[in-house]
């Protein structure tokens, strides 16, 4: 909160007229401190201004992959004032702008700056350390300007990247080209689910001894675009039979489990019918702890979206499915499973609408007309806990 507080002194600062430039790029922590104290003692003269490499040295990599894969959706790129009473709408962006991530309205402008055609930036490094897998999942953002700030500085990427020579460079190209030619502007929101794919892929292609490699290199090389209302490497990897099944398995769960985070979400899964299958594989005696873990996990975030926890009790047979899941021991997650679908099947405004991407769906459809609680709902419930 301290954090996003100086982010909005320093907006308040620029939009009155107080130009910041000379200080730019912006450092933080210890390495802010020497700086700028440097600069104080030394004088203009002798101060040596920071440069990208500077900038990239002070980013957290597993912090920048966990903002990533939990992109705030809601996020805004204007700063907030987090000590401010505000609309609620704005409040519910700012609760999802957690302390353990970082801030689209910080770090987006920072990396646009950085990638100034006057500056040079190390491509590699700049991959390496998840910048470029950041501004992949800037694009599932549902705010316009959010997405086109991440459109903007991918450009500006771009351009580095095409004068830039390094190992990997063609397999990064690879994943740009396929992601660009699918956008069909700069506005369209991408999935959820290529939040966590795309900076995923960049990452395994800085890294060939990974165990995916080959198998997502092969995926990607065998076509042009990125089909964005379908799930990469779904049956690949969920239904492969290879020596090295199990993590493939759980790998794909992950991008499931990250990549189903609202309403707008659900239509990729319903085309694959994701969640029947992983509640099928869960009861499969060749299922490892690891895959059973998050396949629960997925089906607790399901049960935590309203439009989902309907489909789950009507068509899928979460309720009897929890029942077979509780005989086996996994108490804990199963009540917070039957806690999620209560409160959804309780809210009375448990349907409002139906995605955009759904709209076409007859299933989906029907199940907007299904807001009220499934017949026995109360009873199968008290069987499910009492079994």
Known sequence: KADRGVLYLLYL???????????????????????YKARQDLGLLLWKQPGPQEVLDLV??????????????????????????????????????????YDPSFFLPMLSHLLDSGNYVDCRKFVNVGCLGYLFASLCSKSSHVRMAGCHTLSRFSTHLDGASFREKAQIVMVFDALKNSLVGTSERLPSLFASFLPTVAHIFMHPEHHLYRAIAYHLASRATLDLADIPLYRTFLLSSGDQHHQERAWILRILVEGLRC???YPIFRKRRALSHVMSLYHLSSTTKEVRDLILQLMLKASSIPFVAIDLVWNLGILPWLQQVL??????????????????????????????????????????KQVKRPPLFEEELVLTITS
């Open 13 to 35: 600062c620029e939009v009155n007229g107080v130009s910041l430039e000379q200080y730019r790029p912006f450092l933080w922590g210890v390495c802010a401190l020497e700086h």
């Open 60 to 101: 957290d990599r597993q912090l920048l992959q966990v903002s990533s894969h939990r992109f705030p959706l809601e996020a805004e790129l204007e700063p907030i004032d987090p000590f401010a009473v505000v609309e609620s709408q704005q409040v519910t962006a700012a609760n999802q702008r957690q302390d353990t991530l």
């Open 263 to 265: 309403a707008e979400d």
């Open 327 to 368: 005989l086996s021991g996994e108490k804990v997650v199963c009540v917070e499973i039957l806690q999620s679908l209560w409160k959804c099947l309780n809210a009375n405004d448990a349907l409002q609408s139906v995605p955009v991407a759904a709209a076409q769906d007859e299933e989906l459809v029907c199940i907007k």
